[in-house]
């Protein structure tokens, strides 16, 4: 079994009286991420809103954190998660933030509470570039945006 990441959390202001996150189920791989608004909020067909979710966390060393949508509000409604999947970086101390779209062809309404996206903790390589004059050849060469066919 894989060593649980421990991630530090600290509640804002925004986020008084709301559940902090926790796995739904053992097996999840993610925990909900609720609305903190102090109002509700009408999403538009087509709008997007930032919806503050009333915590902020601090990642361990070779951990980011990424914002995913709903499964349930993206089927039901057509709201999802506009940059999906959204990157917390290890190093932010700010609030965590979802932006949310409405992609549905009627209005849809935030409510503080309401579960509104996920989030995944999962490692991340960092990277170091080394520049080199060629790339060495392979069999896919340049080819992409579909060059394989359906």
Do not use: W
Not at 44 to 61: K, Q, Y
């Amino acid at each position: 079994m894989v060593e649980a990441a421990k991630v530090r959390i600290a509640r804002q202001p925004s986020g008084t009286g709301l559940p902090l996150p926790f796995p739904a189920t053992e097996g999840a791989a993610g925990v909900d991420l609720r609305a903190a608004l102090s109002s509700d909020h009408e999403l538009a067909p087509g709008e997007r809103t930032l919806v503050p979710t009333g915590f902020s966390i601090a990642l361990p060393d070779g951990f980011e954190g990424q914002i995913r949508p709903r499964s349930g509000l993206a089927l039901r409604h057509g709201v999802t998660v506009a940059n999906a999947p959204g990157t917390i970086d290890r190093d932010y101390r700010g609030e965590i933030k979802v932006i949310l779209i409405n992609l549905g062809d009627t209005p849809f309404t935030v409510c503080r509470g309401d579960r509104i996206a996920q989030l995944v903790v999962a490692p991340v390589a960092s990277v170091v570039f080394s520049e080199v004059e060629q790339l060495d050849e392979t069999e896919r060469g340049t080819g992409g945006f579909g060059h394989t066919g359906r």
